[in-house]
């Protein structure tokens, strides 16, 4: 049992009375005695109190003269924040002071609005053997089980961010990526897992909680697919190729040609391409799926909704580029303009302008970065980093200036958007007070109505369609602050390093360093 105390009479007076834990029990808390004392109007010298609770002896305080007060036994009842548990710890009457009795104390409880999951038993046994300045459970909510929202399971691989093998002699092998996921008549390529509905709990004080709605979903596709019976799976209708793009499944065959030349022209294709060969200069290949080059690329430009492959590399002629809207793999990228929004992977970038909204790898046998300017988003790996002959080279992480610009333009129509909305509401206020005076409206008044419902409506999903966008780009920005510049082997002077807003010229050769921002300046930190 926990320690406690009570009021008794003493000689010359009345006092306190401490009796000491047993059984390993809670010592007597000397904050509560000093509440208790205070709400009775009684005072006692503090530093006695602590030494004779110190003590662990059953003791006595002597506190005024005259007869003792009669204090009923009391009690402190605590209601949990979310109204679902409350906890009651009582104290032991003074000597000749009433006792409460279960009814009494239940009663109490129905009074102070408390009166769901009374816990019976504990009270039971509480007033069959009082075990006073202990917390008791005295009722306890029902418990809301939430729900699960619907999702889709995909059967694919949907990580983008698969990376070619590095092979023992430092070389990158591009044959082997695995980045296509090949798919067959009749597979399925998806399913939904249904949502599960949850069960709304109650409080103590018998007030309903409801679980939170959960959300169904559906399937987002493409065409070469089809969906079963139930509703419930994706399956395709061609052997071909599966891709996830923007929440969305797309089922094509793969365009397979030899070359971009003069005997094909210029390919856009719905799907993802194949070329065995190379792509000529001049001309164009536009694809929604992923573009595969088994050969060269020359000063030619490749718009991809996917990945690049090009495994023999690109000497773009100061005329190629390359926009992919996945990764860009390539053996060199030399003379060309390369855009990502996953990461970029080379054995060597030769006076280039390459940029990558995730990260950019220069690996393999050399492993340089030479002339140009190489932007990554996150950070940047390279080898060899600038040039003994001085070529003017720039390299630049934590800087993604398509979405700061993305995150201007949704701060400005958010606003817009707030401003309609104020102005709809104010119009459908309007006509709700109009109504409650037994307005009639006629008929144009509730076509007008009905547009200005619609528009507020509109407004609304547009607004929470910004707003869930502006989170996700302030999450992508964070993680850009902490972008930094990694060399593996030797960096040369004359060498731009911009992170962020801050930049910084490399005097000095440097080997095995990492660039990062250091207290407002750019810094290099040896990786020995």
Not at 25 to 36: L, P, R, T
Not at 118 to 145: H, P, S, T
Request: aromatic share 6%; glycine share 8%.
């Amino acid at each position: 049992m926990n320690g406690y105390f009570r009021l008794k009479s003493m000689e010359n007076g009345f006092g306190l009375e401490l009796i000491p834990p047993t059984d390993n029990g809670e010592d007597i808390s000397v904050a509560e005695v000093m509440d208790y004392l205070g709400n009775n109007n009684l005072v006692c010298d503090l530093s006695v109190l602590r030494e004779k609770i110190e003590s662990k002896i059953k003791t006595e305080i002597w506190l005024s003269q005259g007869d003792c007060p009669a204090v009923s036994e009391d009690y402190k009842l605590t209601v949990s924040e979310d109204g679902m548990s409350a906890i009651a710890r009582f104290w032991a009457p003074s000597e000749g002071g009433r006792k409460l009795s279960l009814e009494e104390f239940v009663k109490d409880l129905r009074l102070r609005k408390i009166i769901f999951g009374i816990q019976i038993q504990n009270l039971q046994d509480f007033f069959a053997e009082r075990d006073y300045c202990k917390d008791i459970l005295v009722a306890k909510g029902k418990e809301v089980i939430q729900g699960t929202d619907a999702f889709i399971e995909y059967s694919f691989n949907i990580d983008r961010q698969i990376r070619p093998t590095v092979r023992d002699d430092g070389s990158v092998d591009f044959f082997n990526l695995n980045t296509i996921n090949h798919c067959t008549v009749g597979q399925e390529l998806a399913r939904i897992i249904p949502e599960v509905r949850g069960h709304n709990g109650r409080n103590v004080l018998g007030i309903e909680v409801e679980a939170r709605p959960v959300k169904p979903t559906v399937f987002h596709y493409g065409r070469n697919i089809e969906v079963s019976e139930d509703n419930l799976k994706l399956i395709s209708k061609v052997n071909g190729h599966v891709t996830l793009i923007d929440d969305k499944v797309f089922v094509s065959d793969v365009l397979e040609v030899e070359n971009v030349d003069n005997s094909t022209g210029n390919i856009e294709f719905e799907g993802s391409v194949q070329i065995n060969g190379n792509v000529i200069s001049n001309f164009e290949v536009h694809a929604k799926g992923n573009v595969i080059v088994n050969g060269v690329v020359e000063g030619a430009v490749i718009i991809a909704g996917g990945d690049i492959v090009i495994a023999r590399g690109m000497n773009g002629m100061g005329k190629g580029k390359l926009t992919a809207g996945g990764n860009i793999i390539a053996k060199f990228l030399e003379n060309a303009e390369a855009d990502a929004t996953g990461y970029v992977q080379t054995e060597s970038i030769l006076h280039s302008a390459v940029s990558s909204e995730s990260y950019i790898d220069v690996d393999g046998k050399h492993g340089f970065i030479t002339g140009g300017h190489v932007v990554a988003a996150e950070r940047l790996s390279v080898k060899t980093l600038g040039s003994e002959m001085g070529a003017s080279t720039v390299v630049e992480v934590g800087a993604n200036p398509k979405l700061k610009e993305e995150y201007q333009a949704l701060q400005k129509n958010i606003a817009e958007t707030q401003r309609v909305l104020l102005s709809t509401r104010s119009i459908i206020g309007s006509y709700a007070e109009k109504k409650a005076k037994g307005m009639v409206l006629n008929k144009d008044q509730l076509e007008y109505l009905k547009s200005v419902l619609q528009l507020d409506a509109n407004k609304k999903k547009e607004l929470e369609n910004d707003e869930k966008r502006m989170e996700e780009i302030q999450e992508k920005l964070s993680v850009q602050n902490n972008a930094y510049v990694e060399v593996r082997g030797q960096v040369f002077p004359g060498t731009k390093v911009v992170i962020g807003e801050l930049s910084m010229v490399v005097q000095n050769t440097n080997r095995f360093c990492r660039f990062e921002k250091v207290r407002g300046n750019v810094k290099c930190i040896s990786s020995y």
